[in-house]
């Protein structure tokens, strides 16, 4: 079981973004996804999430309007679209797997983790 995400790099403020999930060795397609953030000294967000395998996105107050998240389940891939970037935006960012039983979008519903892709919006 393994998440990938990629992404990211240093971009300035007002950019756009998409952020990819890949999965293997399971079906994104039959679990919660969420992406979350970590910035420096910052616990750990949740930013976006799909809590049931085919529910509608949720998402924190700081991104919405902003931020798009959708899953292509027949690829096992999650994305991320990020607009109108901003410096409060740097982190690190993670997409996530758990189990589809509606779940808040908070970092002990999920299992499963990627590495993480470094956003970092500056002029």
């Known amino acids: 079981v393994q998440l990938q995400a990629s992404g990211g790099g240093l971009v300035q403020p007002g950019s756009s973004l998409r952020l990819s999930c890949a999965a293997s060795?399971?079906?994104?397609?039959?679990?919660?996804v969420g992406w979350f953030r970590q910035a420096p000294g910052k616990e750990r967000e949740g930013i976006s999430c799909i809590s049931t395998s085919d529910g509608s996105p949720t998402y924190a107050d700081s991104v919405k309007g902003r931020f798009t998240f959708y899953k292509d389940n027949a690829n096992d891939m999650a994305y991320l679209e990020m607009t109108s970037l901003k410096p409060e935006d740097t982190a690190r960012y993670y997409c996530?797997?758990?189990?589809?039983?509606?779940?808040?979008?908070?970092?002990?519903?999920?299992?499963?983790w990627g590495q993480g892709t470094q956003v970092t919006v500056s002029s």
């Open positions: 996530a797997a758990g189990v589809p039983q509606g779940h808040p979008c908070i970092e002990v519903a999920y299992d499963y």
């Open positions: 060795g399971f079906s994104l397609g039959y679990h919660a």
